[in-house]
C-alpha cells in the first residue's frame, strides 16, 4: 500500500507569481484535503475535494483553487503569490473523510 | 480565542519520563480526536485516534478524552530521544466535509 506523495519537495517562487502543488492520494483514499503550515503553527484547512467536486472550504481567499482527478489524486493551485504564502502545504487523503493521512509536505518560499 | 488551544512549550524533559501533552476545545460539535506527531520538516504522522471519552493506549502512548471538560491529553510513558518531535492535537466533527482543526503543536525535547 503506497502512502500519500507530494511534489515537489521545495519551491521556491517570486511574489506575483502562480505555483502548482501536487498529491498522490493513499491507495483506496477517495477524499483530498489540503492544508497550509505557517513555521510554528499547526496546519489550517484550505479546502477538500471528495470524488472530484469541492466539499467545504477554508478562509483561504479564492485565489488558492484545486483540482481532484478521477485517480483521486490532487493539485493546489495559488496565483498572485503574497510573502505570507510562504509555507509547508499538507496534502491529506482519507476515506470517505474518516482519519486524514497526511504527505511529506511541500514547502513553499516566496520571495 | 482559537477552537482549540495547544501550550507550545518548547517542553524538556529527560530520557524515560512520563510527558503530559494536553488540549483544550471550546466546540461541543468536535466529536473525533487525534494526536500527530510532526518531525521537523516533514509531513504530521497519526498517532492516535479516538471517538469516545476515556483513555485509548497503544504501546507508550495513552490518549484520554474527557468531553465534559473539552480536553484531551497525549501520555508518553518512558520517553525515548527519539519521541522528540512536535505533537499536534487535532479535532474534526462528524461528518464527510469535516475539516480538521488544529492546535498550535507543542515542540517536545527528550534528553539523554
Known amino acids: 500500500e503506497t502512502g500519500v506523495t507530494q511534489s515537489p519537495t521545495h519551491l521556491i517562487k517570486t511574489r506575483g507569481q502562480q505555483v502548482t502543488l501536487r498529491c498522490s492520494s493513499q491507495?483506496?483514499?477517495?477524499?483530498v484535503s489540503w492544508y497550509q503550515q505557517a513555521l510554528g503553527q499547526g496546519p489550517q484547512f484550505i479546502f477538500q475535494?471528495?470524488?472530484?467536486?469541492?466539499?467545504g472550504r477554508g478562509n483561504f481567499p479564492p485565489r488558492f483553487s484545486g483540482l481532484q482527478f478521477p485517480n483521486y489524486s490532487s493539485e493546489l493551485n495559488v496565483n498572485a503569490l503574497e510573502l505570507d504564502d510562504s509555507a509547508l502545504y499538507l496534502c491529506?487523503?482519507?476515506?470517505?473523510?474518516?482519519?486524514?493521512?497526511f504527505g511529506p509536505g511541500t514547502r513553499l518560499t516566496v520571495l | 480565542q482559537k477552537e482549540v488551544e495547544q501550550d507550545p512549550g518548547p517542553l524538556s524533559v529527560p530520557e524515560g519520563a512520563i510527558v503530559s501533552l494536553n488540549c483544550t476545545y471550546s466546540?461541543?460539535?468536535?466529536?473525533?480526536f487525534m494526536w500527530y506527531r510532526q518531525y521537523s520538516r516533514k509531513g504530521p504522522e497519526l498517532l492516535m485516534y479516538t471517538y469516545s471519552s476515556g483513555n485509548k493506549e497503544d504501546g507508550r502512548f495513552t490518549a484520554q478524552v474527557d468531553k465534559s471538560s473539552k480536553y484531551i491529553s497525549l501520555f508518553i510513558r518512558d520517553s525515548q530521544p527519539s519521541d522528540s518531535a512536535t505533537y499536534l492535537c487535532a479535532t474534526k466533527r462528524i461528518g464527510t466535509a469535516s475539516k480538521l482543526t488544529f492546535g498550535t503543536g507543542t515542540r517536545l525535547q527528550v534528553t539523554l
Open positions: 491529506a487523503s482519507s476515506e470517505e473523510g474518516t482519519t486524514e493521512y
Open positions: 491507495s483506496g483514499h477517495n477524499t
Open positions: 475535494y471528495y470524488r472530484e467536486e469541492e466539499n
Open positions: 466546540n461541543s460539535a468536535f466529536q473525533y
